[in-house]
């Protein structure tokens, strides 16, 4: 984990999208013709696939509360108590943080 201000959530929600992105287009360049249809449909696939921070939290949020059969309200006390027991290394304040909805990007 990353050191962070005072009250502020410590989790960053990463993908290995740039990676695999970055893999396929450098085999496609040096792929041979027959190759490169198969290829540049992959790297389509690939690049669709690609998902936003606010999706990777909220699968990784949904993932954890499924974990103690968390069904309730999300904007409640009890789903803040849920998040913690399924990761318990959450202070209070990243757990409400985690829960409240992602703030517009400007």
């Known amino acids: 984990m990353w050191a962070t201000p005072k009250n502020q959530?410590?989790?960053r929600f990463v993908q290995d999208s740039d990676e695999v992105l970055a893999a396929l287009e450098h085999v496609l360049a040096d792929a041979p013709e027959s190759e490169r249809p198969g290829l540049r449909r992959a790297l389509a696939v690939a690049r669709a696939a690609r998902l936003d921070e606010d999706t990777l939290r909220t699968r990784w949020i949904d993932a954890r509360l499924a974990t103690v059969a968390f069904t309730g309200d999300r904007d409640s006390v009890a789903a803040?108590?849920?998040?913690?027991?399924?990761?318990p290394t959450l202070s209070l304040?990243?757990?409400?943080a985690l829960l409240r909805p992602p703030?517009?990007?400007s």
């Open 103 to 105: 703030k517009p990007h």
């Open 93 to 96: 304040t990243e757990a409400v």
């Open 9 to 11: 959530t410590r989790l």
């Open 80 to 87: 803040v108590r849920a998040l913690r027991k399924a990761e």
